[in-house]
C-alpha cells in the first residue's frame, strides 16, 4: 500500500492512500468545512496535484453551506453553472431526475475559463450502481507515442454546449427535455488547444470530452476519426479509477488534468442526488503558448478568469 501521512493544523495526521498508478486516492483523518487550517489546505491541493481525483469518506456533517466554504478555502467558487439556475442554491444539483452524465467529459469546456476543480458531495444514492469514473488525460497523453503527441499538440477543438456532435453518444433520451433546453439556452462555443499546459504542474494533457464539436480545419469524418482515437486513449482503463459512492463521500478533480462519467446501472426508479461546486480556472493555454479563443457567449457572470500568459 502507498500511503503518504503528513501532519495537519491540529497536529493529527492526514493519510493520502493511492488507489492506482496514474490516478485516484484516499484521503483519510480530514473533516472538511470552513475552518480548515493551512497545513490541511495544503496537503489537500498537493494530494490533488499528485492524483487528479481524491475521495474524502464520512463527511456527513457537510452541508451545502459548509461545502461551499471549504471550496473557499481550496479557490473561487463559481456561480453553479453558465446555463443551469440552481434556484439561487450555491452548488450545482446533480439530480438523475434530471439526466445522467453517462458520457465522457471534462466539466463546461465550452466556456474559455474551464474550471480548475469541482468538488462533488454524494447526498441521495440508489440501493446499487451510479458509481462514477475518472480517466488521468496527463497519463493519456503521456503515453501517446512521439508522433501522435505531436499530432495532438498541432490541432484545436471547438466545443459548444451542444453537447451531441461527437458521436460519444450522452444517451439525451436520459436528460429531461425541460433541463435540455435550460442547458442549451445560452449557446457557448470555444476553440481549445486539444494539448493543454497545466498551469500548475507544467504537464501536458489532452482536453477533449462530449462537448468537442469538430477539430478545427479537418473534414466531419477525419475530425470524428481523430477525436475518437484521442479520446480511445483517454478512457484506457489504466488511466482510470472508479468510486462507488455512500452517502456523505466527497470527491474533488483538478478538472485540468481528468474526464470523468458518471455509470448508469442503477435502477431508472431510483433516486440519484449530488451537490458539485467548482472552483475559477484560468484560460487554457497550449503548447505553442496559444491559449483558447471564445467563438460565441460570455462566460463572465459564471466566472472569472485571467488569461494565462502566453
Ligand atoms: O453524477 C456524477 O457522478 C457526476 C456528474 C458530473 O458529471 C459532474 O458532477 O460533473
Ligand atoms: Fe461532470
New binding site residues.
Partial sequence: MSVDISATDSGAAVRVVRLGAHIGARVEGVRLGGDLGARTVSAIRAALREHRVIFFQGQDHLTEDGQHEFAELLGNPTTPHPTLSSGGAKSLA?DSRHGR?NVW?T?VTFVDRVPRA?I?RAVTLPSYGGS?TWASTVAAYEALPEPLKVLAESLRARHTNLYDYAGEGRSSEQNSAAYRREFESRYFETEHPVVEVHPETGERALLLGCFVKELVGLSGNESKALFQLFQQRITRLENTTRWNWSPGDVAIWDNRATQ?Y?IDDYDGSERRT?T?ITLAGDIPVGVDGRASTVIAGDAGDYSSATPRAA
Fill in positions: 446533480i452524465s467529459h466539466d469541482s462533488l462514477t470523468h458518471a449530488l458539485r
